[in-house]
């Protein structure tokens, strides 16, 4: 079986972070994803041995001299055969390179042409320096987490980078590839971090607009302001976390944690949030994590144990569905979504983890895209594999 995107054909120009994450969740699905790397790059910037860029399984890698001609021609023939360009640049390198989209069209127009920014492609912000952190700043998202009465706690770099990024660009490329079977054109996706986490923030704002969500941190039912959603210590030390929001979901907390709802404040009794917070903490603080677990798991209580990266692995939930899986001695999450047809799958570990040979791999690709790279390698602008690829 072979994955729903077998046959697609994707460059990755050089990059980290978001933009090599949406290559390999399209390498996971079965497309033929090239990563183009810098002369003298290792690959993602990660001072790592090979088999721990993740973000790098399931492709081939070639270096090439993005200030040489003949590699701005040689990538100029890949971008002829390719389905889709994924750069990460800031706004006008791919331009200024000669690789912009005018260009890359010109050569294929059916070539859907993806663009992965912090800030977007025109603004005032355009050409500023930025990280995750500083783009959902900007939506309101990093502003909605965290404590009350505490700073903003970054979500780590899921919601700009991750959510906002590669799976935003990456519903963008297969909506483009997807009306390019009625019109036969290609496009650019333009994916700015700062629209898709704003887009990700949608609810809230209707939450705002109705006068359900207050512009405070911790004060509200989904940002650990409700008692009944969060995360409590147990006598262990460890921690779990409740979502007991529906009345019978709430009712089922109540019974489980042995405490008397007659003398409780009331599920929706804002004023009195505290006095709920701090019973509910105090029962936690009862039992032990495995103890809660072994009571509340599994029930319409909404419950789950609060697990580190190891602890997760080993979750017998987690295992019993294959989610993670441990390949060249690294344990890493499987491809999701699930196909019931055409399953996705890691091919193949990272460019030159054990048992691969990056460049000839690379060259192997190059090949198979029937790409002449004769000047590029006599330029000097192509990474050396024992001689040229056509």
């Not at 046959?7 to 090599?20: F, R, S």
């Not at 041995?49 to 001609?69: I, T, W």
């Not at 640049?89 to 912090?118: C, I, Q, S, W």
């Amino acid at each position: 079986m072979s994955g729903p995107l077998t046959g697609l054909k994707v460059i990755e120009m050089p990059a980290i972070g978001p933009v090599p994450f949406c290559g390999m969740l399209l390498a996971d699905l079965g497309a033929d994803v090239l990563r183009l790397e810098r002369l003298g790059d290792s690959g993602l910037g990660l001072p790592v041995e090979p088999k721990y860029e993740l973000l790098a399984r399931g492709k081939r890698s070639v270096p090439v001299d993005l200030k040489n001609p003949a590699g701005i021609a040689m990538v100029l023939d890949l971008i002829g055969k390719a389905d889709v360009v994924l750069e990460g640049f800031r706004p006008g390198v791919m331009e200024r390179l000669g690789l912009g989209p005018d260009v890359a069209l010109k050569r294929n127009p059916g070539l859907v042409y993806g663009r992965m920014t912090g800030w977007g492609q025109d603004g005032p912000l355009a050409q500023a320096a930025g990280h995750d952190i500083n783009y959902i700043a900007l939506t309101g998202a990093l502003g909605a987490i965290g404590p009350a009465g505490g700073a903003p706690v970054a979500p780590l770099n899921l919601v700009g980078d991750f959510g906002g990024g590669s799976l935003y660009l990456a519903m963008g490329l297969l909506a483009a590839l997807f009306e390019r079977q009625n019109s036969g054109k290609g496009q650019v996706v333009d994916s700015a971090m700062v629209d898709g986490a704003a887009s990700l923030m949608t609810m809230f704002y209707a939450f705002r607009a109705s006068g359900r969500w207050q512009d405070q941190r911790g004060v509200n039912m989904l940002d650990g302001g409700a008692p009944w959603y969060g995360s409590y210590e147990c006598a262990c030390g460890g921690y779990i976390c409740i979502g007991s929001i529906e009345t019978k979901f709430y009712a089922e907390l109540i019974d489980k944690l042995g405490l008397d709802p007659k003398v409780l404040p009331k599920q929706h009794d804002r004023a009195r949030w505290g006095d709920l917070r701090a019973a509910f903490a105090a029962a936690f603080r009862t039992r032990s994590r495995a103890e809660w677990c072994k009571l509340m798991e599994g029930s319409d209580i909404c419950f789950a144990p609060v697990l580190n990266l190891e602890e997760a692995t080993q979750h017998p939930h987690m295992q019993a569905r294959n989610t993670f899986v441990t390949l060249d001695g690294v344990t890493q999450p499987n491809p999701a979504p699930r196909f019931s047809r055409t399953p996705g799958a890691i091919r193949r570990g990272p460019p030159g983890a054990e048992g691969t040979d990056k460049a000839a791999d690379g060259h192997a690709a190059l090949k198979e895209w029937g790409v002449d790279t004769s000047a590029a390698a006599a330029a000097g602008a192509l990474g050396a594999a024992g001689g040229t690829a056509a």
